[in-house]
């Protein structure tokens, strides 16, 4: 099936520093989508990527479409405490039921 | 701002039982969904839900999984006889359409543990 590596596994910054996480794949996707998670929470989506090559920014969050569509990268910029939780990318391959494939995850821990 | 409910947000049962989770999506969304996502792992897709049919569905989504939407508001998902490994965070999810990008909005989630 499809799978989607995510590195770094987990990640401990200081607040104000910059973070970089990636995701590659085995296969295609049409729209790569970066989540975040906090404890006991859903998902909630960060930023969507709809063609390869794409770089898109949503406030301190710069996400780029991998050219071959099988990678994205995430950057933080000036990370806070808030910026705490799980980063997931997911991608999408289209086709009838727009289901999503999740990443392994990556573990942002900011310390003040 | 419309969100995804979901009830209850922790249900404990013992192996074997039946349980039912339940989801209402955003009211004009026509596209449902069921994830799972086991205690530290990621969230995996189990099924697709559209106009009163599944779409899709995963290996995970076997004979003991069943969804229905009975009232037209309300998304269930269905274990008839739980098992430990069903333990996990279950998250609904909606979309509005299936033409281009849609966002999916997911539920706070329901944590299952079976004991």
């Known amino acids: 099936g499809q799978q989607l590596n995510q590195s770094p596994q987990s990640m401990f910054i200081q607040e104000g520093e910059d973070v970089s996480m990636n995701c590659t794949s085995s296969?295609?996707?049409?729209?790569w989508l970066w989540y975040k998670q906090d404890p006991g929470e859903g998902p909630v989506l960060l930023i969507a990527?709809?063609?390869?090559?794409e770089l898109t920014s949503n406030g301190r969050l710069t996400a780029q479409f991998g050219i071959t569509r099988k990678d994205s990268f995430l950057n933080i910029s000036a990370s806070i405490p808030s910026d705490v939780g799980i980063y997931f990318c997911?991608?999408?391959?289209?086709?009838?039921?727009?289901?999503?494939?999740f990443g392994t995850g990556t573990l942002l821990a900011v310390q003040p | 701002e419309p969100e995804v409910t979901q009830t209850p947000s922790h249900q404990v049962t013992q192996m074997g039982q039946e349980v039912i989770l339940r989801c209402v999506p955003i009211?004009?969304?026509?596209?449902f969904y069921w994830y799972r996502q086991i205690l530290g792992q990621k969230v995996e897709f189990l099924v697709s839900?559209?106009?009163?049919?599944?779409?899709?569905k995963s290996e995970i989504f076997d004979d003991q999984f069943s969804v229905e939407r009975p009232d037209g508001s309300n998304f269930t998902l269905k274990i008839r006889s739980t098992k430990l490994e069903d333990s996990a965070m279950y998250f609904c999810?909606?979309?509005?359409?299936?033409?281009?990008?849609?966002?999916?909005?997911f539920g706070p989630g329901t944590r299952l543990t079976v004991l």
């Open positions: 990527l709809y063609k390869a090559g």
């Open positions: 997911a991608g999408q391959a289209g086709g009838a039921t727009n289901k999503l494939i």
């Open positions: 999810a909606s979309i509005l359409g299936d033409w281009g990008f849609h966002e999916q909005f």
């Open positions: 009211s004009n969304h026509l596209y």
């Open positions: 839900f559209y106009n009163n049919e599944i779409s899709e």
């Open positions: 296969s295609i996707f049409n729209t």
